[in-house]
Structures are given as structure tokens and as C-alpha cells.
């Protein structure tokens, strides 16, 4: 919550022990420029996935199984035949719940809980700080000490419903070596749903709760060597963790766009076989 500017010009940088310098910052650089490229980089994403979930158009490729990953699992008598590789146990939905219901949500908790993202929107949203050494607008910080934000601890959670998500992401990529005439078949379809699973599993399994519960909470690393092995290999995914954050962003909205130009008979697949 911002405070007025009186009480805000008292606390912090501005309190009375402090020497007096009156700017927010001294900094010359261009230290706005990461938040805001963060700000416009989450709201093009957010924006695209909304309305891509929610139109029902276009996410399905009959003739060579390509299912978009906004739409899995598709699980209800809504989805359009052959796109539920899961059977319908859900009867017809309303328009206002998306198709994916039941994994968007927890894929949302997943990456708004995920400690990248975290620091990505505490700084450029709530500008807490907005940059290192910058004077935040804010009086008072109470950090994840209450509600909401004390919800944040339970990103382990997402992080075990997302390794499930990731494993019906992987089943959809192979239903999709598929044929038009049936059988066996493949193409540039398969090759972006591929790339995009991959891609999902390392940010997956490059969290840092996979890594606190793979070995990073053990004490004593010499009496669980494959644990130790598995924590290792964690640790060099995780030092790329904010980068694949954003490539999995990337290519989901590749992967989903692609489907959707093929579905829609805007483009058509290039076939390598079948
Ligand atoms: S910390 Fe980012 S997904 Fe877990």
C-alpha cells in the first residue's frame, strides 16, 4: 500500500538518521528498464493466454492429433472429438470455464507461486523494490510474514501437480506422431510440441522446491549419493531458472499458435512423413 507522500518522505532512505540526499536514487543507469520489460513480457503473455483459453476455437488438429497445450487434458463433452485423450467424464461446460479447468489453475498457482516469478513482479508490479538501491514508494513492508502472500509457501504443492500436468503434456506430444490417414506420421507440429514438453520439463524439475525435496533439505549429502547425484543435477538446471521461465512462456504461445494456424486451415502442416 503506498503511503502519502508526507509519511512516505520520513521512512527508509528519507528517516531522520539518514543522510540527507532527497533523491529516490542516485543510480545513472537505465534501471527502469528491466521491470518495465518484465511488465509488458507478463501482461503479452496473460493477455494471449486468456483469450486463447477461453475462445474454444481452432486448438485441436483432427487430421494429425495436435492438441494445444491450453486445452489439456480436454476432459468434458464440450471439447471437440478426438481432442479428449483422456476420455469426457465432464458433461458440457459454460463458456466462462475454460476447457482446461482443470490444470490451468494449479499451472497459474504453479508459476505465480514459482520463486522467479516472485522477485519478477514484486519488483515490477509492486515495486518492492523496483530496483536495487531504489527508494521503494511504500511505508510499510511486511514481506510473506501474512495473508496472501504467507500462501506463498505452499508452491511445493503446484510444484508436485505440475510434474503430473507435465506428464500429460508429454502423452499429448506422442499421441501426435500421427498420420493423416491414420497410422504414423510426422511434422513440424511434432517437432514444436516436442521441443515445448522438453523445455517444460527442465523449468519443471529446475524449480527450487524440486531441488529442496530431490536433496537440498538433506544434511548429510555422503549418505544419500543418488540423492546427492539428483540434487547436483537440479543445481546447474536451477542457476538457469529465470531463463527457462520465460522460454516455456515463449514456447507455449509458439506451440499453441502454431496449432492454432494448422487447426484453423490458415496454414498447413509441413510433413516430414505421413
Ligand atoms: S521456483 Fe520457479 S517453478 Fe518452482
Keep these: 500500500m503506498s503511503a502519502p507522500a508526507t509519511e512516505r518522505d520520513t521512512v527508509g532512505v528519507f528517516s531522520p538518521g539518514r543522510a540527507r540526499i532527497l533523491a529516490r536514487t542516485l543510480r545513472q543507469d537505465r534501471w ?9 513480457g507478463l501482461a503479452a503473455f496473460v493477455i494471449y493466454a486468456t483469450i486463447r ?5 481452432a486448438y485441436y488438429a483432427a487430421d ?19 481432442a479428449s485423450h483422456f476420455g469426457t467424464p465432464f458433461p458440457e461446460l459454460p463458456v466462462w470455464i475454460p476447457l482446461a479447468f482443470l490444470s490451468l489453475p494449479f499451472l497459474l498457482g504453479f508459476r505465480l ?7 519478477a513482479y514484486y519488483r515490477s508490479v509492486w515495486l518492492s523494490p523496483p530496483a536495487c538501491a531504489v527508494a521503494e514508494p511504500h511505508s510499510r513492508y511486511t514481506g510473506e510474514t501474512r495473508l496472501p502472500l504467507i ?9 508436485y501437480v505440475a510434474v503430473i500436468i507435465s506428464v500429460i503434456n508429454t502423452y499429448d506430444a506422442i499421441v501426435a506422431f500421427h498420420g493423416k490417414g491414420g497410422g504414423f506420421g510426422f ?15 527442465t523449468y519443471t524439475v ?17 549418505k544419500h549419493p543418488v540423492r546427492y547425484w539428483v540434487w547436483s543435477q537440479v543445481s546447474k538446471l536451477n542457476t ?9 512462456l515463449g514456447t507455449l504461445v509458439l506451440t499453441d499458435f502454431y496449432i492454432m494456424l494448422v487447426a484453423s486451415n490458415t496454414i498447413s502442416d509441413l510433413r516430414f512423413v505421413g
Design 32 to 40: 527502469w528498464l528491466s521491470p518495465l520489460l518484465t511488465v509488458v
Design 53 to 57: 483459453s477461453f475462445v474454444r476455437t
Design 64 to 82: 494429425y492429433h495436435y492438441l494445444s497445450p491450453f486445452y489439456s487434458p480436454c476432459l468434458s463433452e464440450s471439447c471437440v472429438p478426438g
Design 113 to 119: 507461486t514459482c520463486y522467479y516469478y516472485r522477485k
Design 151 to 159: 500462501i506463498q509457501n505452499s508452491h511445493r504443492y503446484f510444484f
Design 187 to 201: 511434422g513440424l507440429g511434432n517437432v514444436i510440441l516436442v521441443v515445448n514438453v522438453l523445455l517444460l520439463w
Design 206 to 222: 529446475s524449480c527450487h522446491s524440486c531441488r529442496h525435496v530431490t536433496g537440498g533439505r538433506l544434511k548429510h549429502f555422503s
Design 240 to 248: 538457469r531458472h529465470m531463463q527457462f521461465a520465460w522460454i516455456t
